[in-house]
């Protein structure tokens, strides 16, 4: 009796083991970002620790709104850019190129002129699919809006050309892409990747479901910028809406802030211009502006991201000086990226960046921090 106990109590041991084991495969990438750290080919040594943003920000922040369409009432539109003005925040607005393949975008009409507003006010314009909807979607279980979820990788690429030459046609070539209800899949980022974008924000956090934890994932990250199966395109997952959920964004920002993560938060039209909304927005912005978060459009993040992932660093000493050297080897600058000298015994530095460019010297500041343009 007491074998046969041990046995049964053996084989649950050994199922439970395997069950843990699997969950932590499907959802390592949950947890891969918290025990890495920010995938970045330089971050410190012993002389030096280089910042993660500009001037030092420990997060970066971006503002997106999704849903802008032909059919968007414009006084809608105003209220928000009014407010982002007043609380100078630049962010990105994913447009609808054609709102259910129905209401395209035209030339000279009072939406495109508004598109044209946020971008005189430093906003970027970026694309949201093609039509919001596919037909491809009737009887199953996702929502007619989310466009990519049954589409093949051809039928991607067709659709997002196309709005994407709607933009461009209308003079907002776009560099991002976001799929409408965050239907993103592999399919479409190759499509994208195929079609040039730079950047892609197409899927946002796991839902915290059995289906999460027992189904296999795509292989993404979350808290930092990734190149999804080795492709040119960089994806940045996009967090929760914080006029919907203002705690839990809360305890996700807190988590990102600890590691230098990147906090993309997303609103939607025409729900974010109810007074409510507009009022925990501008508290949400108000909070993470005093948090010292670098806010920026995604694209101008994309662009940071990949010569910062790539910047590496050299340094050596003579007598009190501090030398430092180093390549960036992407086509982007990182301007105001922030040196901190570690060693209290320098007293001056060194810059000696590549071919081209003047060295600089002088003496390191009570503060040990330095900004450069790289
Ligand atoms: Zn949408």
């Known amino acids: 009796m007491r074998k046969k106990l041990r046995k049964i109590l053996l084989f649950f041991g050994l199922g439970l083991l395997l ?3 699997w969950i932590g495969y499907n959802t390592g990438y949950i947890w891969r970002d918290y025990l890495s750290g920010p995938p970045v080919r330089f971050r410190e040594n012993r002389e030096i620790v280089v910042g993660l943003y500009p001037r030092g920000a420990p997060v970066a922040a971006v503002f997106t709104s999704d849903d802008l369409s032909a059919v968007t009432p414009l006084e809608v539109v105003e209220r928000l850019r009014v407010l982002l003005r007043e609380l100078e925040v630049r962010g990105t607005f994913f447009v609808i190129p054609n709102h259910l393949g129905q209401y395209p975008l035209s030339a000279g009409s009072p939406t495109v002129k508004m598109l044209e507003q946020l971008r005189r006010d430093g906003h970027e314009i970026a694309q949201h699919g093609w039509a919001h909807y596919s037909e491809k979607n009737r009887g199953r279980s996702v929502k007619m809006g989310a ?3 049954y589409l093949s990788e051809e039928e991607q690429y067709q659709i997002i050309r196309r ?3 709607l933009l461009t046609g209308l003079g907002f070539p776009p560099r991002g892409h976001r799929s409408p209800c965050f239907s993103g899949n592999r399919r479409t980022f190759r499509a994208l990747d195929r079609l040039g974008f730079l950047y892609g924000s197409d899927l946002d956090l796991p839902p915290t ?3 999460t934890l027992l189904l296999p994932s795509l292989p993404r990250r979350l808290m930092y910028p990734y190149h999804p199966d080795g492709l040119n395109l960089l994806e940045i997952t996009s967090q929760t809406d914080p006029t919907v959920r203002p705690k839990k964004t809360l305890k996700i920002f807190r988590r990102y802030r600890k590691r230098g993560g ?4 997303l609103t939607h039209f025409p729900q974010i211009s109810e007074p409510g909304n507009l009022a925990r927005l501008e508290r949400i912005i108000k909070f993470l502006r005093e948090e010292g978060v670098w806010f920026c459009p995604m694209a101008e993040l994309s662009e940071w991201w990949l ?3 790539e910047v590496d660093f050299q340094t050596g000493r003579e007598g009190e000086t501090l030398i430092i050297r180093w390549v960036n080897p992407s086509p982007y600058p990182l301007n105001d990226l ?8 320098m007293k001056f530095f060194r810059l000696l960046p590549g071919e081209g460019k003047e060295p600089r010297q002088g003496e390191i500041p009570p503060s040990r921090s330095i900004l450069v343009d790289i």
């Open 19 to 21: 069950l843990l084991a």
């Open 147 to 149: 466009e990519m979820a």
């Open 163 to 165: 709005g994407r030459d």
């Open 209 to 211: 479901t059995p289906k």
């Open 262 to 265: 990147v906090f993309a938060f």
């Open 307 to 309: 010569a910062r992932a």
């Open 338 to 345: 922030e040196i901190t000298i570690k060693d209290p015994d």
